[in-house]
Each structure stands twice: as C-alpha cells, then as structure tokens.
C-alpha cells in the first residue's frame, strides 16, 4: 500500500485536529477539576465554620442549662426565705398583739394611781432622811431621800408584787 501526500495530509489534518480537541478537553478538564477543587476548599472552610457553630451552640446550650440550674435554685432559696419571712411575720404580729395587750393593761393600771396637787410621801409611815443638796453631815448630796422601817419596806415591796402579779394576769390569765 501506497500512502500518498494527500493521504498523509488527512492524516495530519486528522490528527492534527484530535490533538486539538484533546487539548481543548484537557484544558476543560484541567478547568473543571480547579473549579471543583476551588468548590472543595469552598465546602471544607463551610464545614468548619458550621463547626465551629454547632460548637458555640453547644457551649451555649450548656451554658443556658446552668442558668437555668442556677435559677430554679434561686427560686427555691426564694421561697423558703419568703416562708421563713411569712412565719417571722406572723410571730412578730403575735408579739405585738401580745405587748398591745400588756400595754393597756399597764395604762389602765396607771391611769387608776390617783392624782395630787403637791408633794407626798412615797409610803405611808416614810419620813426625810437627807434632803437635796447635802447629807446631815454636810457632804454633797443631790437628791431627797426618803426612809421607812422594815415593815414598811416589806409592805411596798409587797404592794409592787401584786401590781406586777395583776398586769401580768391581765394579759395572759392563770389557768389552773
């Protein structure tokens, strides 16, 4: 077989025209596979930024679980000191219900002393024993004194027993 010039030129044209379109596809391709390398590096940066994300969420959820810890223990700490409070309340109100009644029986009692005009003796049968300004030896005193005997002693602090026996019994009876 004879090749001939024309032959050898649809050859070469031929050939000439695959290694064109190889080229050209290789140079596609060569594009194609940069692109997808460029989309990969793309992807890899998405992914760890959702990473890093999902980690954020995550250390916030965390976070938000140990508020919420810390809250629910706050408010259990709340309402037993608002218990706590609500019972001292109430105790104090007894209290002052208490010393309400102890006060007007003490009024009642001081309003029933009888009233005077001038100077009396703090008991029956005491007498001066110092009087203002000096002692009868002449030393500084700076006050009235009174005396009275031992049976008179023994009588008023009798007298201040019963008072107390009888304000007492006024606000809290004796029951037997």
Known sequence: MRITLQILSVLRNGLSTISQYDKKTLNELVQIIATLNKQ?????VAKNELEIQKKEKQDQQ?????LQTYVQIAQEAAQKTAAALRGSIETKNSDIAQNNALMAGITAQIEAIPTTNGWTYPVDGAWRSAGTWSYPDGSIHLG??????????????LRKWCCTLEVLMAVQPLVI
């Open 40 to 44: 990969k590096e793309e992807l890899i």
């Open 62 to 66: 965390k976070e938000l679980i140990t």
């Open 144 to 157: 009235y004194d009174f005396a009275a005997g031992y049976a008179v002693r023994q009588l008023v602090q």
